[in-house]
């Protein structure tokens, strides 16, 4: 029905900033929760953050302060914006609707040291 894909990703320095989007294909303003989830390499899959459709939103502790996860839903939009980005948050990371199987394809994020 719905579906995802992620942009924004890139090569950065330390420090630096990032603004990732999730375009869906089909509204998304009934979905309760979406999430940013990354995977780096050789790990397990992690739930980054998460936004329900009332704007409530859930970040994970390495990324607090860092991270902010926004949606708009008249543009069908879930965002995530990184700031002081560290080498450690190098993953690809994926837009899922939360409690499903839909996710996007990935976009990279390189943060280097």
């Known amino acids: 029905q719905v579906q995802l894909v992620e942009s924004g990703g890139g090569l950065v320095q330390a420090g630096g900033s990032l603004r990732l989007f999730c375009a869906a294909s089909?509204?998304?303003?009934?979905?309760?929760?979406m999430g940013w989830y990354r995977q780096a390499p050789g790990k397990q899959r992690e739930l980054v953050a998460s936004?329900?459709?009332?704007?409530?939103?859930y970040s994970v502790k390495s990324v607090k302060g860092r991270f902010t996860i926004s949606r708009d839903n008249a543009k069908n939009t879930v965002y995530l914006q990184m700031n002081s980005l560290k080498h450690e948050d190098t993953a690809v990371y994926y837009c899922?609707?939360?409690?499903?199987?839909?996710w996007g394809q990935g976009t990279q994020v390189t943060v280097s040291s």
């Open positions: 899922r609707i939360n409690g499903t199987d839909y």
């Open positions: 089909g509204s998304i303003f009934g979905i309760s929760v």
């Open positions: 936004i329900t459709s009332g704007g409530s939103t």
